[in-house]
């Protein structure tokens, strides 16, 4: 199952559609709706029980993930834009909605809920993201 290097082609969902997917508290994908299976251009065999960063765009800022990973795992829900990365090597983008689940108190996974951002959204995103970079090369 490998992934095709990041290209140009941007491929896009209906309005009014949801992506869905769970992991267990690693990050591992124990479910996947057939939207999201469908946009990622994976079959849902090659999506579960993999690390869900394997839809990670590298244009995505490191600092992005760690603001959700350290929000969900304080229990909170996290909310942003996310440029995701197709298997042919396309991108997707989403506005994504990660929210911890509970079992007795205790955090046993998360749920990720995302639909179609507005072309403004995604613009935001962009140039934060851009800013986000450069200040990990900056750093680095």
């Keep these: 199952m490998t992934t095709t290097a990041p290209n140009e082609t941007e491929h896009t969902f209906p309005d009014h559609t949801f992506l869905v997917s769970k992991t267990n508290t690693r990050g591992i994908i124990t479910y996947a709706n057939t939207t999201f299976v469908s946009i990622s251009g994976y079959t849902e065999s090659e999506l579960l029980n993999q690390p869900h960063r394997m839809v990670r765009h590298p244009d995505m800022p ?16 996290w909310h942003g834009i996310v440029k995701n990365l197709r298997k042919d090597g396309g991108y997707y983008w989403v506005d994504a909605t990660v929210t911890p689940s509970f079992n007795q108190g205790k955090i046993v ?3 990720s809920v995302r639909r179609k951002p507005t072309r403004e959204q995604i613009e935001k995103a962009v140039s934060l993201y851009a800013d986000m970079r450069q200040g990990e090369l900056a750093t680095s």
């Design 109 to 111: 996974g998360y749920m």
């Design 62 to 77: 490191r600092a992005a993930f760690q603001d959700l990973w350290d929000t969900v795992q304080g229990g909170r829900e």
